[in-house]
């Protein structure tokens, strides 16, 4: 008399077969069930996830600090010559934060002959009201110079 397995319709000649089959076959064939600790810190990823994204939309959708200063300037025909590379210009730059958008900024780079035609040898390079000033000025004086307010 044979023996056989119910779940994979196979044949054994001893029980003893059988059940060593069954043993090493079939024993993890029920679902495995989600812990609830694994459950909860899987929703606790999610929520911070969730947080943090809202955190950077909220922040990116926040107006720069300076954009009027920024916005006025360009109003009054300021221009910021310099380089992307040049640590003075990027220093410049970051004085305005996210409202550096809103300046006449000129790329030498890519603007060679137009920042030659003006003789900028220095960046970053201010142009206010036809008057040249080099190096990086203080919101204060680009106030002054502009009449624009801070």
């Known amino acids: 008399m044979?023996?056989?397995?119910?779940?994979c319709n196979r044949d054994f000649e001893t029980e003893d077969a059988l059940k060593q089959h069954?043993?090493?076959?079939?024993?993890?064939?029920k679902p495995k069930k989600i812990g609830?600790?694994?459950?909860?810190?899987?929703?606790?990823?999610?929520?911070?996830?969730?947080f943090?994204?809202?955190s950077i939309s909220s922040y990116m959708k926040k107006p720069g600090e300076y954009d009027n200063?920024?916005?006025?300037?360009?109003?009054?025909?300021?221009?910021?010559y310099g380089n992307d590379y040049c640590q003075?210009?990027?220093?410049?730059?970051?004085?305005?934060?996210?409202?550096?958008?809103y300046l006449n900024y000129v790329k030498c780079a890519e603007n060679q002959k137009l920042c030659?035609?003006?003789?900028?040898?220095?960046t970053p390079t201010w142009e206010i009201?036809?008057?040249?000033?080099?190096q990086v000025q203080t919101f204060e004086k680009l106030a002054t110079i502009s009449g624009c307010e801070i």
């Open 88 to 101: 003075y210009t990027n220093k410049q730059l970051n004085f305005f934060g996210k409202s550096t958008k």
């Open 52 to 54: 943090s994204v809202l």
């Open 2 to 7: 044979g023996y056989r397995c119910e779940k």
């Open 22 to 29: 069954n043993l090493v076959k079939h024993v993890d064939e």
């Open 116 to 122: 030659d035609d003006k003789g900028i040898k220095i």
């Open 36 to 50: 609830l600790k694994r459950y909860f810190i899987f929703s606790l990823i999610i929520l911070i996830i969730l």
């Open 129 to 134: 009201k036809g008057e040249m000033y080099e």
């Open 69 to 80: 200063f920024a916005k006025c300037l360009t109003e009054k025909g300021a221009v910021i």
